[in-house]
């Protein structure tokens, strides 16, 4: 009887209500991570498939362009090789035979010059480091100079102690 009793009271059919919805709170509250982490899972894969589509596709213009520009200088080059083993002799401006020891002994000058152009830019490219190495170089000499004094110190050292013992033999 006290159970059919209190089954009918509305303060324990409202219990029972908010029981419940305790329960399905704690349901929702069990389940909402789980399919905010999917929900998020397939979001982020979508916006990392659409991201890595979009930088794909800026990364193949970049190839593209830069394909182009390697075609066309690949193009330039093989034009250029050609228009080297050409003779030149019609095609150019006809030069005086007077200057023909000159243009010689120019076209020499300029292969040694670019023969010397890398060492010549090693050169410049040093100038920065001279005062470090010119400190260096005053303390190496500053050194030298030092183990020079000691070496004629331990000589006369050595000559003193020669001609004591000449003297000892000798006696």
Request: glycine share 2%.
């Amino acid at each position: 009887t006290l159970d059919l009793t209190c089954r009918r009271t509305p303060c324990f059919a409202k219990f029972s209500e908010m029981e419940e919805m305790v329960n399905m709170e704690a349901e929702i509250n069990e389940v909402q991570p789980l399919l905010l982490s999917k929900f998020c899972s397939c979001f982020s894969r979508t916006i990392g498939s659409t991201l890595q589509f979009y930088f794909l596709g800026k990364k193949c213009e970049i190839l593209q362009d830069m394909n182009k520009h390697l075609e066309a200088i690949l193009k330039e080059k093989r034009d250029l090789r050609k228009r080297l083993i050409k003779h030149r002799c019609q095609e150019s401006l006809p030069i005086e035979a007077t200057f023909h020891k000159c243009i010689v002994e120019l076209l020499s000058e300029a292969v040694t010059f670019i023969e010397k152009l890398e060492s010549h830019l090693q050169s410049v490219r040093s100038i920065p480091q001279v005062p470090d190495m010119m400190n260096n170089l005053d303390t190496t000499l500053s050194k030298t100079e030092v183990l020079m004094i000691e070496l004629e110190e331990l000589t006369e050292q050595i000559l003193k102690w020669e001609k004591l013992q000449k003297e000892v033999y000798s006696n």
